[in-house]
């Protein structure tokens, strides 16, 4: 059971597919995240929204659009991507607005770019 | 890069003690040491933090050395279900302090 729910559990997409990633957090949270684990990597962090206003990214390429509309819900939004970004995106929260605290993560969304 | 080092896996016997060790010699004043577990296709999950005392919770202990630059994750009497990638992170995740990255964990291995 977990307080960030991550939707779709699966994605399979063509490289010219536009999808969208959907995050939210019942934990009344101020912080959310956008991570990747690609396979046998380590996580790495993508996006850092903190009260709705994103202040992080990661050199992270365009074709990767973040969207924050309200401090429970995240969005990636993904367009023409290549097959090495097939991995498993991980959204987090955490309570504090500066990000510290402990982290709460979503199950994540398997993607697999064909 | 990862600011800590764990051993890359261990095993441990199924009701013995796991005991996981981390070292994170940079640790600076204000920053905590968080540990996270992730089970194959989950989400990493939380466990336990601290600042420089000894915590507990239901879940596992945190041993820190007084000189702050190593913790030991104890699991007292570790179960099957315990199988999994064990990471120790330093730092908060403020913007300011910028990466506190995962590095590649330690593998728990509880065999029967």
């Known amino acids: 059971e977990t307080g960030v729910t991550q939707t779709p559990r699966h994605l399979v997409m063509g490289m010219t597919n536009k999808k969208s990633l959907k995050c939210e957090q019942h934990?009344?949270?101020?912080?959310m995240y956008w991570y990747k684990q690609s396979a046998k990597k380590p996580l790495e962090l993508m996006f850092v929204y903190s009260l709705e206003e994103r202040v992080e990214n990661n050199s992270v390429p365009s074709r990767f659009s973040p969207e924050c509309p309200n401090s429970s819900h995240l969005f990636l939004h993904l367009h023409t991507l290549q097959p090495e970004d097939s991995a498993l995106y991980l959204c987090a929260s955490s309570q504090d607005r500066e990000g510290l605290g402990p982290l709460h993560f979503g199950n994540g969304t398997r993607l697999t770019v064909t | 890069d990862a600011k800590t080092t764990q051993p890359t896996s261990m095993d441990c016997a199924e009701g013995r003690a796991a005991n996981l060790p981390c070292n994170h010699s940079?640790?600076?004043?204000?920053?905590?040491v968080y540990w996270y577990r992730q089970i194959h296709s989950q989400g990493p999950q939380y466990i336990i933090h601290?600042?420089?005392n000894n915590e507990t919770n239901e879940m596992a202990s945190l041993i820190i050395t007084e000189d702050r630059k190593s913790s030991t994750l104890i699991l007292p009497h570790a179960t099957l279900r315990d199988t999994a990638v064990y990471y120790c992170i330093d730092g908060g995740f403020n913007t300011n302090a910028g990466k506190s990255t995962f590095g590649d964990g330690t593998t728990l291995t509880v065999k029967p």
């Open positions: 601290g600042l420089k």
């Open positions: 940079t640790i600076s004043g204000n920053e905590y």
């Open positions: 934990l009344g949270h101020n912080a």
